[in-house]
């Protein structure tokens, strides 16, 4: 379910536009818009929940198919040498947005 005080659900529901790389009817991949590598993609589950300790039924399924569909999505929009992927989890962790996201980032060689 979507929580319309969310920017992430906006943007699944077209209501924010954003630069789409893939979606189907349990993710959304986009363009970070302030990108912290060459690439810089976000994986959104189209279901609201903010922590992975949150997610339903439902959630971890739309999260298994993100991360099946991640290789192909990265290696096609230029992460075909290697892309890292980033779970902010909470304040501390520096999450800014409360819908859970998967960021890939790769394109070029990255310090760690
Ligand atoms: P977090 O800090 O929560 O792990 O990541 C949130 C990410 O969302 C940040 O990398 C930030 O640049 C990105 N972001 C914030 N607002 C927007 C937006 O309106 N559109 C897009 N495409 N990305 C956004
Ligand atoms: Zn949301």
Redesign the pocket.
């Known amino acids: 379910m979507l929580n319309c005080d969310c920017?992430?659900c906006k943007?699944i529901e077209g209501k924010?536009p954003?630069?789409k790389v893939y979606e189907d009817d349990d993710m959304l991949i986009?363009?970070?818009?302030?990108?912290?590598a060459k690439v810089?993609l976000?994986a959104v589950p189209k279901t609201h929940f903010a922590l992975l300790s949150q997610a339903d039924k439902e959630g971890r399924v739309m999260l298994s198919r993100i991360f099946e569909k991640i290789p192909q999505v990265a290696e096609q929009n230029g992460c075909g040498d290697g892309f890292r992927l980033?779970?902010?989890q909470g304040e501390a962790?520096?999450?800014?947005?409360?819908h859970l996201?998967v960021?890939i980032l790769g394109g070029e060689t990255l310090g760690w």
């Open positions: 920017l992430f943007i924010i954003s630069s986009f363009k970070d818009i302030a990108p912290k810089h976000l980033v779970i902010n962790a520096g999450q800014t947005v409360r996201h960021h």
